[in-house]
């Protein structure tokens, strides 16, 4: 009987460990074209604020599952300038769950028509940014917009 106790209460302590520790990642995700919290959402937050809808990570923090090949996620945030288009040249911030990850946490990519910044993390909300650390991309991103600005009126 003892014998069953225990290994009923040793059970039960496993699963409540297992629990506690199987939490998904929740990453901001959002996108500055149809949200302009997108731009800047906080990088900490407390449980309180991620259940209420009426914060800003209640409402842009998401849970991030395995995808369908079984990979891990990390949380992502992209700084785009997009460059030419039926629109201006204009900045956008996207923030998602990612599947696969890059070798370094942050990188630097051209693709015709755009320029990205994209960077890369593993704790909840750490694709959120501070408006200090959002200025500093801003800044480069216009100076590169403005550099090529610059060349078509040259």
């Known amino acids: ?30 996108n500055s074209n149809d949200n302009s919290e997108c731009f800047a959402p906080p990088k900490t937050f407390t449980e309180e604020e991620y259940r209420d809808n009426r914060t800003v990570p ?12 079984g990979r891990k996620p990390f949380c992502r945030s992209m700084h785009v300038l997009v460059l030419g288009g039926s629109l201006p040249d204009h900045t956008r911030v996207l923030r998602e769950c990612g599947y696969e990850a890059y070798h370094r946490p942050c990188y630097n990519m051209e693709n015709g028509g755009h320029e990205e910044i994209v960077c890369q993390c593993s704790t909840d909300g750490c694709n959120g940014g501070s408006h200090l650390a959002l200025s500093g991309v801003v800044s480069l991103l216009t100076i590169g917009l403005l550099a090529r600005l610059l060349q078509r009126s040259v």
């Not at 496993?14 to 995700?29: E, G, H, I, K, P």
């Open 1 to 30: 009987m003892a014998a069953t106790s225990r290994l009923g209460l040793c059970s039960l302590v496993l699963l409540v460990l297992a629990a506690s520790t199987v939490t998904a990642l929740r990453c901001y995700s959002c």
């Open 58 to 69: 209640g409402r842009l923090l998401r849970e991030c599952p395995l995808d369908d090949k």
